[in-house]
């Protein structure tokens, strides 16, 4: 069984990709996350979990519903992780997820997407955007064919930046920038209520026609980049900036 989460769309356009490539079966976890929905999964297969990185390793609220669930039957588990650039040394910490879960872990693949982090970096634009896309298809391919064949994903030369990306920084990142006090809607705001019903932790709620963030955030930019109207900002840094969601046709 294929678990993914996803904020604009590229970790479910890979897992979607994976899934028809293997004829396996492609989950959105994102109910499940936003209910706290912990209930045991049953799989005949081996597992495989399609995320987005979030500061050189898998999202944190993906990292703890894997902690919380059991997943019987099947004990072996890959992960796929889309990028804008690297994973880093995350494969470290998901060896230790499953040493924890008493899991057999079969290796992480990097597979590196159109950026969608609008609070930091720039989205490309829908042109550029399918460039990339195309380019990583050779390796959902490749991926999905170790999958498939029950062969152990690989990943060598993790070099000193990507352990203290993945180690020091993905710990100072969460409290120093994963807050949600700099969105904010703009007058072209319609009340439309996407933004709400995109939120993966119900941190988002209408007040006077227009979004209200709560201090539960996870940087997921859904809200953002989702926006039929581009209304959201995200202080100064988005102004201006092209939004991203994944439009790539399975």
Partial sequence: MILYFSGTGNSEYVAKRIGKEINDEAVNLFDKIRNKDISEMTSECPWVVVVPTYAWRIPRIVQEWLEKTNFVRNTDIYFVMTCGGSIGNA???????????????????????????????????????????????????????YIKKGDKLTRSNISLR????????????????????????????????????????????IKNRKPIWGKNCTHCMACICGCPCEAIEYGKHSQGLPRYTCKKAI
């Fill in 162 to 205: 990507d352990k203290i990306n993945s180690g020091i920084i993905n710990d100072l990142f969460y409290p120093i920038f994963v807050r949600a006090k700099k969105f904010y809607a703009t007058d072209d705001c319609i009340s439309c209520g996407k933004c709400v019903s995109v939120c993966p932790l119900n941190n988002i709620h």
């Fill in 91 to 145: 494969g470290k910490y998901l060896e230790k997820l499953c040493v924890q879960k008493g899991m057999n872990y079969y290796g992480c693949a990097e597979i590196v997407m159109p950026e969608n982090y609008i609070a930091l970096f720039s989205c490309p634009t829908e042109e550029q955007a399918f460039r990339i896309i195309e380019q990583a298809e050779s390796v959902i391919n490749n991926t999905a064919l």
